[in-house]
């Protein structure tokens, strides 16, 4: 088993962690936003957001947050892809350290469930924070608002 704190690079970065396939928690770096205003052809102003780490792992987060289209084998070789990665930048793991942390089977619910902390992590969400309960009620739900919500 490796030692998650034995293995932090000088340069980690806090952000969320998730336990993985070794039963540890390791943590994936926090989500930097960068905002931006944006003139129209009319003149006015919108202003824009993007969640962003570094310039080289862009397109692998448009991918994860449905800016660039891809199919279903696409976008899971994507997460694993960026999620090693990400993992690299927080740690110095050897070699075949990243199958024993990040593999799962297809068919595990655990495995499963997992990967979906995994991807909230990356994307800068607590993958400890409880889930809303899907309730039926008369009327309309609001959708996200503020600044945890996901638009990109």
Known sequence: MHDERALRRPSFSEGYA?????????V?????????PDEAEDGSIEVRYRKVYAADIQAELDVLLGVADSTDMEYR?????????????????PKGAIPELLGYYADDRSGQERWGKIIGAILGRDPDAAEPEDE?????????????????
Do not use: H
């Open 18 to 26: 998730v336990e993985l396939a070794d039963g540890q928690r390791w």
């Open 77 to 93: 070789e994507t997460e694993m892809k960026l999620a090693a990665r990400m993992l690299r930048c927080n740690y110095d793991l």
């Open 136 to 152: 039926e009620t008369d009327g309309p739900k609001a959708g996200p608002t503020g600044a945890g919500s996901d638009s990109a």
């Open 28 to 36: 994936f770096p926090a989500v930097r936003i960068r905002m931006e």
